[in-house]
Each structure stands twice: as C-alpha cells, then as structure tokens.
C-alpha cells in the first residue's frame, strides 16, 4: 500500500490526498512530528519537507512530482487534459495555487490567529483547559506582530498578502462563472491544487483533517465572510463533498506521536 508522509496540517499533503481520494486510490498516512520526524524524512527522501510518497520502492518527495507520478501510475480518473493548451494552463494553475496563494493564505491565517481572539482560541483542541483558552485568547495582537515581525509575517506582510490573495479570489471567481471546474467539466490537477490551498481559508464544514470541533465553516475574516468570494468558497466544499473521504472512512494515521496536530507555518 502507498504511505504518504505527511503533516495533517499542510496544504500540499491536503492537495495529495485530495488526489489519492479522487482516485480512489488506498493509502497510509504516516504522521511525520515536526524536528524529530523529519530526520527520518530526510533519510528517506534526501530533504525534509512534506508530503512524502512511498510507493514500493520508489520515495518521490514533492507534491507536484507526486502528483505526476500518481497520474502516471493510476491514469484513470485524469488529473491532467490531453488537449496540450488546456494541459499547459493546469500546470500553471497548479503552479500559481503552490506558489502564490498558499503562501499568502498561509501569511493571512497566521494574521487572523494573530489580531482575532476568537480565530485563535477557535484553533485550539476541544480539549485544552478553560484557563489556558483564556490565556492564548488574551495575549494581545501587538505582541503577536512583534514576534512576527521579520519572519515574513509581520503586519505589513499580512496586509500586502491579503491584497493580493482577494486579487486571486476575484480571479478564481471569474473563472468559475461559465464552468463547474477551472477549466471545464472535468476537475483537474488545478482544482485540486486550488482546493487545499484555500483549504485554511475557510475550513469545510465536514472534518475532513484533524481539526478541533466546530471550526468547520469558520475561516479568516475579511476573507472567509466577503460575500463576492461566496461563489469561490461554495465551489470549494462542493468539490471536498464530491471527492474527498470524511474523515470517518480515511485509514488512520501511522504515528508515534500523541497529542493534537497544530496547524503547519513552515
């Protein structure tokens, strides 16, 4: 069976199993704990960053290089056109979802949870205690941008990162007036791509990765709640709901870690 090394909470291994689902292909999630884990990911794949994939004897790290393999070794289902214009605008959606909108949408969450109370503490596992709820939910944003300040995600990085990740959305809007997918009637490596970039946007209401109780349909503010990104959005958790497999039905995860998966920055 496939084993996909991965961080519950990252984007690109969030795009990797949206694709196993589509595919209906079975695999095992092999929960990799950040530091520790990622010396044995190292030592696998010869670098440290997920989603890893196993297949057999073949390691191929990176989700784009995954996802071209598992297109290859699972063709039906396609993930990419056949028509070479339509296929050359998928790969260039999909890059522009890996290198554009999920760093901005990454930059944008960490804000929220920075300068939202209710975002922050919403994050949190059901189960954390009512004194330390209250305590994350009372540190003051000023002091959150302190910390966050030139390491990327500093005030005037989460501003300039919110401007232009709406620019995307009203892009992505406008691409889904005329079509049920991105580029036509069929979903492709783009959708998928797009999919889980937004994913920590605005969370879907089924739980779909480990997540605490009652985030689903929340998301960032001033992104999640504008209503001319509501087509976008509606589009998104249609396609989760006709693709992906709920949380109840997906294999568990292989780790030795205990505890709840915090959401990846890295």
Not at 1 to 16: G, H, R, T, V, W
Not at 87 to 109: F, H, N, Q, T, Y
């Amino acid at each position: 069976m496939l084993e996909l090394y991965q961080f519950e909470s990252s984007s690109f291994a969030e795009k990797i199993r949206l694709i196993l689902d589509y595919k209906q292909v079975p695999y095992r999630k092999v929960e990799v704990t950040p530091g520790v884990g990622q010396v044995e990911v190292f030592q696998l794949s010869g670098q440290r960053q997920v989603p890893v994939l196993k297949d057999g004897e073949q390691v191929i790290p990176d989700s784009t290089a995954i996802a071209l393999h598992l297109e290859k070794a699972f063709p039906e289902r396609a993930l990419l056109p056949t028509e070479s214009k339509q296929k050359g605008l998928c790969l260039a959606l999909e890059s522009w979802a890996d290198e554009a909108i999920a760093p901005k949408a990454r930059v944008v969450m960490v804000g929220a949870f920075k300068q939202h109370p209710n975002f922050r503490t919403a994050l949190l596992p059901s189960f954390t205690p009512a004194p330390l709820r209250s305590l994350v939910g009372a540190l003051p944003g000023d002091l959150l941008n302190l910390v966050g300040t030139g390491v990327g995600f500093g005030p005037e990085d989460i501003k300039v990162a919110t401007a232009g990740l709406r620019q995307d959305l009203e892009a992505l809007v406008l691409m889904l007036q005329t079509s049920p997918y991105l580029l036509g009637d069929q979903p492709t490596l783009a959708d998928f791509a797009v999919a889980a970039a937004t994913m920590y946007l605005k969370f879907p209401t089924a739980q779909y990765v480990e997540l605490p109780e009652g985030i689903g349909g929340k998301g960032v503010p001033g992104i999640a709640d504008v209503p001319e990104y509501k087509a976008f959005f509606d589009w998104r958790d249609r396609l989760y709901a006709e693709f992906r497999t709920a949380r109840t039905n997906v294999p568990p995860a292989a780790s030795s870690a205990s505890g709840p998966t915090p959401i990846s920055i890295d």
